[in-house]
């Protein structure tokens, strides 16, 4: 092993590699034993629902079959509709596929990837053989066959061998981060040097648990039911950071309690802290924060869903960036007429579909073209200089493994496991075993060719139509927070609305840190940043809940002011901010003041930030 290791490899991945490569192979010969046409198809498969986890991988095949049968149906049904009729068949796939990547975007996890594979699964049935529409429906078929085939092979032999996962889990992850929030509150009530912001937690940390939350909940029902818990608990523990900001000593004495997963022990820190805080805001958060904190040992509590952010601008931007993409390609091979120009399409599909939810597409879809380049050229060696000595469709086959083989060792390699899948991918797309062959040297090399148009189609769309990277993804998020807190400030909002849109801005506080932190972004500026957003709505719910009767007339009709100008704070800042302070030296309980004040600052403060959104386009 530290042979290997020296060399380059991830020893760690070899056996996933190896056994990923020996389950492809076995569903390549089986496919090519019962005689289907594809058999290919089976390989690629099994790579593609592969999982180290045994969890991941049983969800990633359900996925993948649910996929493959929705795009299956529409393409035959596209197919019966349009016949050969190019323009017909282009735009049906192009309003599919920006269909499947809106519903992709807007969903996360493996139910993202199976709406992505619905659209480009419809294209293999419709855009590989278009010329020809009668085979259309032995191409669905064949199709069928071959994934349920991959992905039992992939299930059976990664059932046997795939580990279980025996990482700290994410609730562990939030009992901890847990512990170490109160410690925070502990110091900053009592002024201890330990509480300044930069020892603190971070929302940071807490972005990157919610960032692995979906891959956990994937793994079972038990881990679904701990991820909706896990998720409310990183909510609360979002407000107390943020509520920090604002809260100074107190002059109360350190709590103490011990540094342990001892969950009475953790609950009467809360309790404690809870009693101490003199900020009424952070009283009703540690109360909040007790509460889903005793959720998680609660067996019969499932956890209600939380809201999650669902980046409806981007979603739609990636559903018009491909109708824009597939249109053009398409006209293309309408003029040209050439029977490669399904397979431009194809790849063009598959790589803005799949790539529009990555962080930084266009700098992927480099190493995505040289895995495509790499695996393009292993299919044309294969086919020319090795398949030739085959004399049988199964002599094929076995010149088809090695290559298998090189594949994995590319996928535990250091340098080249980022384009190990696609050199996979494609050099099994480009080797359909048929003997004798009847392709010439010049069209597999078109062929080739076309398929590695997807990429820098891709590429070119992604940077001409909507570019996506990680700033614009971080200012997609705080826009949508700005609107929400506009939409909270409308009247008629009910009350049982008020605990999820919380929730759902709570959650939209940790991607903004997730884009954030990527986008280079420092860690003050973003605490900063929704701070101030939290202070507008404690404003907001603070004078929406005040007693008109306990106010009195004229103090009334200056709240219900406020909170009217508060829908438009982004665009007369300074009059909100006037009308808050004025609110503020009109009451006499401590609390409005402290509130209205902070609202105040903050509005302020966001007007400034405000001039940098020009960024987004």
Same mark, same amino acid.
């Given at each position: 092993?530290?042979?290997?290791?020296?060399?380059?490899?991830?020893?760690?991945?070899?056996?996933?590699?190896?056994?990923?490569?020996?389950?492809?192979?076995? #569903?390549?010969?089986? *496919?090519?034993?019962?005689?289907?046409?594809?058999?290919?198809?089976?390989?690629?498969?099994?790579?593609?629902?592969?999982?180290?986890?045994?969890?991941?991988?049983?969800?990633? !095949?359900?996925?993948?079959?649910?996929?493959?049968?929705?795009?299956?149906?529409?393409?035959?049904? %596209?197919?019966?509709?349009?016949?050969?009729?190019?323009?017909?068949?282009?735009?049906?796939?192009?309003?599919?596929?920006?269909?499947?990547?809106?519903?992709?975007?807007?969903?996360?996890?493996?139910? !993202?990837? *199976?709406?992505?594979?619905?659209?480009?699964?419809?294209?293999?049935?419709?855009?590989?053989?278009?010329?020809?529409?009668?085979?259309?429906?032995?191409?669905?078929?064949?199709?069928?066959?071959?994934?349920?085939?991959?992905?039992?092979?992939?299930?059976?032999?990664?059932?046997?061998?795939?580990?279980?996962?025996?990482?700290?889990?994410? @609730?562990?992850?939030?009992? #901890?981060?847990?512990?170490?929030?109160?410690?925070?509150?502990?110091?900053?009530?009592?002024?201890?040097?330990?509480?300044?912001?930069?020892?603190?937690?971070?929302?940071?940390? %807490?972005?990157?648990?919610?960032?692995?939350?979906?891959?956990?909940?994937?793994?079972?029902?038990?881990?679904?039911?701990?991820?909706?818990?896990?998720?409310?608990?990183?909510?609360?523990?979002?407000?107390?950071?943020?509520?920090?900001?604002?809260?100074?000593?107190?002059?109360?004495?350190?709590?103490?309690?011990?540094?342990? +997963?001892? &969950?009475? +022990? &953790?609950?009467?820190?809360?309790?404690?802290?809870?009693?101490?805080?003199?900020?009424?805001?952070?009283?009703?958060?540690?109360?909040?924060?007790?509460?889903?904190?005793?959720?998680?040992?609660?067996?019969?509590?499932?956890?209600?869903?939380?809201?999650?952010?669902?980046?409806?601008?981007?979603?739609?931007?990636?559903?018009?960036?491909?109708?824009?993409?597939?249109?053009?390609?398409?006209?293309?091979?309408?003029?040209?007429?050439?029977?490669?120009?399904?397979?431009?399409?194809?790849?063009?599909?598959?790589?803005?579909?799949?790539?529009?939810?990555?962080?930084?597409?266009?700098?992927?879809?480099?190493?995505?073209?040289?895995?495509?380049?790499?695996? *393009?050229?292993?299919?044309?060696?294969?086919?020319?200089?090795?398949?030739?000595? #085959?004399?049988?469709?199964?002599?094929?086959?076995?010149?088809?493994?090695?290559?298998?083989?090189?594949?994995?060792?590319?996928?535990?390699?250091?340098?080249?496991?980022?384009?190990?899948?696609?050199?996979?991918?494609?050099?099994?797309?480009? %080797?359909?075993?048929?003997?004798?062959?009847?392709?010439?040297?010049?069209?597999?090399?078109?062929?080739?060719?076309?398929?590695?148009?997807?990429?820098?189609?891709?590429?070119?769309?992604?940077?001409?139509?909507?570019?996506?990277?990680?700033?614009?993804?971080?200012?997609? @998020?705080?826009? #949508?927070?700005?609107?929400?807190?506009?939409?909270?400030?409308?009247?008629?909002?009910?009350? !049982?609305?008020?605990?999820?849109?919380?929730?759902?801005?709570?959650?939209? @506080?940790?991607?903004?840190?997730?884009?954030?932190?990527?986008?280079?972004?420092?860690?003050?500026?973003?605490?900063?940043?929704?701070?101030?957003?939290?202070?507008?709505?404690?404003?907001?719910?603070?004078?929406?809940?005040? +007693?008109?009767?306990?106010?009195?007339?004229? *103090?009334?009709?200056?709240?219900?002011?406020?909170?009217?100008?508060?829908?438009?704070?982004?665009?007369?800042?300074?009059?909100?901010?006037?009308?808050?302070?004025? %609110?503020?030296?009109?009451?006499?309980?401590?609390?409005?003041?402290?509130?209205?004040?902070?609202?105040?600052?903050?509005? @302020?403060?966001?007007?400034?930030?405000?001039?940098?959104?020009?960024?987004?386009?």
């Amino acid at each position: 092993m530290n042979v290997l290791s020296s060399c380059g490899f991830e020893t760690s991945r070899l056996p996933f590699a190896f056994r990923t490569a020996f389950a492809a192979c076995l #569903a390549l010969l089986f *496919a090519f034993l019962l005689g289907l046409e594809h058999p290919q198809w089976s390989a690629m498969t099994v790579w593609a629902v592969s999982q180290p986890l045994r969890g991941h991988l049983l969800e990633k !095949s359900l996925a993948r079959l649910l996929g493959t049968l929705i795009g299956a149906a529409f393409g035959l049904c %596209l197919m019966l509709v349009a016949g050969n009729a190019i323009p017909l068949i282009v735009l049906g796939m192009a309003i599919w596929m920006a269909l499947c990547a809106f519903i992709g975007n807007m969903l996360r996890g493996y139910a !993202s990837y *199976a709406a992505m594979l619905s659209g480009y699964t419809a294209g293999m049935v419709t855009l590989l053989d278009a010329a020809h529409p009668t085979h259309v429906a032995a191409i669905g078929i064949d199709r069928l066959l071959t994934v349920a085939l991959g992905v039992l092979a992939a299930l059976v032999i990664g059932w046997i061998f795939a580990d279980d996962g025996g990482d700290m889990s994410p @609730v562990e992850r939030a009992r #901890a981060l847990t512990r170490r929030i109160l410690l925070d509150v502990q110091n900053v009530l009592a002024g201890s040097p330990d509480g300044s912001t930069a020892s603190r937690v971070s929302i940071g940390e %807490l972005a990157a648990l919610e960032g692995i939350l979906d891959a956990n909940a994937s793994r079972s029902r038990k881990a679904r039911q701990e991820t909706r818990k896990v998720r409310a608990l990183l909510a609360t523990l979002t407000a107390v950071v943020l509520k920090l900001q604002h809260v100074s000593a107190d002059g109360t004495s350190a709590t103490t309690f011990p540094l342990n +997963d001892d &969950t009475a +022990d &953790t609950l009467l820190a809360m309790a404690q802290l809870e009693r101490r805080a003199s900020d009424r805001a952070l009283q009703r958060t540690l109360h909040d924060l007790t509460e889903a904190y005793r959720a998680l040992d609660q067996i019969d509590v499932t956890g209600a869903a939380t809201p999650i952010h669902r980046d409806g601008r981007m979603a739609a931007r990636s559903g018009i960036r491909i109708f824009i993409a597939m249109a053009a390609v398409g006209g293309l091979w309408f003029v040209s007429g050439s029977e490669i120009g399904g397979f431009m399409l194809l790849g063009t599909a598959i790589m803005l579909s799949v790539f529009s939810t990555f962080e930084n597409p266009v700098l992927t879809l480099r190493w995505i073209f040289a895995g495509q380049l790499l695996g *393009a050229v292993a299919a044309l060696v294969c086919r020319w200089i090795f398949w030739p000595w #085959a004399d049988s469709s199964a002599g094929m086959i076995g010149w088809m493994v090695p290559v298998i083989l090189i594949g994995a060792l590319l996928v535990a390699h250091r340098k080249t496991a980022r384009l190990a899948f696609d050199f996979n991918m494609v050099a099994l797309l480009l %080797l359909q075993p048929v003997w004798p062959q009847t392709m010439t040297v010049p069209y597999s090399i078109v062929s080739a060719i076309a398929v590695l148009t997807g990429p820098l189609i891709a590429m070119v769309a992604f940077k001409l139509v909507f570019p996506v990277d990680v700033g614009r993804r971080y200012w997609s @998020v705080r826009i #949508a927070m700005l609107d929400d807190l506009a939409h909270f400030a409308q009247a008629g909002l009910q009350p !049982s609305r008020v605990a999820v849109w919380r929730s759902l801005f709570l959650h939209r @506080v940790l991607m903004v840190f997730y884009w954030g932190e990527r986008a280079g972004l420092s860690e003050a500026k973003l605490l900063r940043d929704a701070a101030d957003m939290v202070a507008i709505v404690d404003a907001i719910d603070h004078l929406r809940s005040t +007693d008109d009767d306990a106010s009195g007339a004229h *103090a009334s009709r200056w709240r219900k002011t406020a909170l009217a100008r508060l829908q438009n704070f982004r665009t007369a800042p300074e009059k909100v901010s006037e009308r808050l302070e004025k %609110l503020t030296g009109m009451s006499i309980d401590p609390l409005d003041q402290q509130i209205l004040h902070r609202a105040a600052l903050a509005i @302020v403060n966001q007007a400034g930030r405000d001039m940098d959104q020009r960024i987004i386009g």
